[in-house]
């Protein structure tokens, strides 16, 4: 992206210095020093638990700091609060949004700053305007809860400009969006750039921070470790910033495509329909081998998915057929589908993936139970519950201050290797795995492509749903590409290419 050469470009809008927050004596950021300017993109990247959040959330009043200073335009601000944030015009975009789902979108964009006697049709006239000179395709009366999350981001966005931001900040806003809404969010962020607007954008997917900012900002352990253009950046260099030492290649030099030798299939789906997603779903899946499956989000790939685990149903007449070691299979419940050895690993771990208020251990021991020999134990052993969670903590990595810490207290990568234990405890020959590494940082993604690789070299049969394309083409033994309900391509890894890739999922 081209720097702006304008002298407004070249202003702090917002200075911090010396940020730093303590919990109980230990520091969640340390001095930190950060600037964005008008008119720049700032992207602010590190692993988890790295510090951004609590940065971005004291910019945006959310957090008190313990000792440091925040400038807005010069002016030394103290915000208490995120509505004292708000009257500066500093905006915080969250990932999991903060709009009221039974409310209008023009009451959500209005909220706040409501005149006393406010009439429906002039907030609903006020909004459309508002977003149609945004190109926002969003009704304003239209219940927020019924809007997809691209558009519950539109009308956050909308909300901020109507707050006349002057900072807007977003956490990590592609996290559940399609590759084709992303580029209208990048299209958004930069004409919010041409219009002035200080813009802070944080994200673990580090092309985008690459590609959309002007600057970058590392932080590691609570501490900045290097802002700079992001012209001065590779991916490789930000990785190496980022957990201060070489992680293995993501590279994965897939040979099972060519050794694999003629046989039955472990699993075989074939012309499957299942409601108004899933129209005849066609393709197998070996043993031993990666099979990425890429696609726009509703083209199919996660219902398949729920249909093969027995969460979704398929069509009662004329819905196809599932074979498992040439077998027909037809599941009611999951847990038909784990007994058969069966598991899968939702796109969701929040809300359908672990149980937030039980710890790590108990997470995990409940994956165990689901099986044929946790339903048959007599009684809740605690000493058996440690025992199968330390294991399976051990092999997924997951660290954490200790087990017995709530699920929801811990980074989004040890959040999902908890998920992930799960569903492996459950010792499945068939994983599969929706979106696994969705809201990661860029350690925990390592870790866990080398964990599915080594349950490919295991024997297992692996299947892994992802929107992000690097994920598909780096770890796949073979990719296909779904749209529209149905599988409309097939590549060899070494003859994939993003480009090749969404083409099939476009057109």
């Given at each position: 992206m081209n720097n702006l050469t304008s002298s407004a470009n070249q202003l702090s809008r917002l200075q911090v210095t010396g940020a730093t927050k303590l919990y109980g004596g230990t520091p969640a950021i340390q001095g930190v020093d950060f600037t964005v300017r008008a008119g720049e993109v700032h992207a602010i990247v590190g692993e988890?638990?790295?510090?951004?959040?609590?940065?971005?959330?004291?910019?945006?009043?959310?957090?008190?700091?313990?000792?440091?200073?925040?400038?807005?335009?010069?002016e030394v601000c103290r915000f208490k609060s995120p509505a004292d944030a708000l009257r500066r015009g500093i905006v915080m975009v969250y990932q999991e949004d903060s709009l009221v789902p039974t409310m209008t979108v023009a009451q959500n964009v209005h909220l706040g700053r409501e005149k006393f006697l406010s009439r429906l049709r002039?907030?609903?006239?006020?909004?459309?305007?508002?977003?149609?000179?945004?190109?926002?395709?969003?009704?304003?009366?239209?219940?927020?809860?019924?809007?997809?999350?691209?558009?519950?981001?539109?009308?956050?966005?909308?909300?901020?400009?109507?707050?006349?931001?002057?900072?807007?900040?977003?956490?990590?806003?592609?996290?559940?969006?399609?590759?084709?809404?992303?580029?209208?969010?990048?299209?958004?962020?930069?004409?919010?750039?041409?219009?002035?607007?200080a813009i802070v954008f944080i994200s673990?997917?580090?092309?985008?921070?690459?590609?959309?900012?002007?600057?970058?900002?590392?932080?590691?352990d609570a501490k900045k470790v290097i802002t700079a253009p992001a012209s001065e950046f590779d991916r490789d260099k930000l990785v190496h910033y980022m957990v201060g030492r070489q992680l293995t290649s993501d590279r994965h030099e897939s040979d099972t495509y060519r050794k694999r030798s003629p046989g039955q299939p472990l699993l075989r789906v074939q012309n499957v329909i299942a409601g108004t997603m899933v129209k005849n779903m066609s393709f197998s899946v070996f043993a031993g081998e990666v099979l990425g499956i890429a696609g726009l989000?509703?083209?199919?790939?996660?219902?398949?998915?729920?249909?093969?685990?027995?969460?979704?149903?398929?069509?009662?007449?004329?819905?196809?057929a599932i074979y498992l070691d040439g077998r027909p299979v037809r599941y009611r419940v999951p847990a038909q589908a784990i007994q058969d050895g069966i598991a899968y690993v939702t796109e969701d771990r929040k809300v359908a993936g672990f149980f937030e208020t039980m710890n790590v251990d108990e997470n995990i021991y409940l994956g165990w139970l689901s099986t044929p020999a946790g339903r048959r134990r007599l009684g809740y052993s605690t000493r058996h519950r440690d025992e199968v969670s330390a294991e399976w903590v051990k092999k997924t990595?997951?660290?954490?201050?200790?087990?017995?810490?709530?699920?929801?207290?811990?980074?989004?990568?040890?959040?999902?290797?908890?998920?992930?234990?799960?569903?492996?405890?459950?010792?499945?020959?068939?994983?599969?795995l929706d979106e696994p590494t969705r809201g990661v940082d860029v350690g925990s993604?390592?870790?866990?492509?080398?964990?599915?690789?080594?349950?490919?070299?295991?024997?297992?049969?692996?299947?892994?749903?992802s929107s992000y394309l690097p994920e598909i083409l780096n770890i796949s033994d073979r990719i296909l590409v779904a749209r529209g309900g149905q599988i409309v391509a097939e590549f060899k890894p070494e003859d994939a290419t993003q480009e090749k890739i969404m083409y099939a999922a476009v057109h």
């Open positions: 988890n638990g790295a510090g951004k959040s609590t940065l971005t959330k004291a910019i945006a009043g959310a957090v008190q700091l313990t000792s440091g200073e925040i400038r807005l335009d010069g002039a907030l609903n006239i006020s909004a459309q305007q508002l977003l149609q000179s945004m190109n926002f395709n969003v009704e304003p009366n239209d219940v927020v809860a019924t809007l997809g999350t691209a558009k519950r981001q539109m009308v956050e966005i909308a909300r901020a400009v109507y707050y006349q931001a002057q900072v807007i900040i977003f956490d990590e806003p592609t996290a559940s969006l399609t590759p084709e809404e992303m580029q209208h969010l990048f299209l958004l962020i930069e004409d919010l750039r041409r219009r002035g607007l673990h997917a580090l092309e985008e921070a690459l590609t959309l900012a002007d600057r970058i900002t590392v932080l590691r989000v509703g083209s199919g790939r996660t219902e398949v998915a729920q249909v093969i685990a027995g969460i979704r149903k398929r069509n009662f007449l004329q819905g196809g990595r997951i660290t954490a201050i200790n087990r017995h810490s709530k699920v929801i207290e811990l980074s989004g990568g040890n959040q999902q290797k908890v998920v992930v234990a799960k569903s492996l405890v459950q010792e499945p020959r068939l994983i599969i993604i390592a870790e866990i492509h080398q964990l599915i690789r080594g349950l490919a070299r295991d024997g297992k049969a692996v299947v892994v749903i």
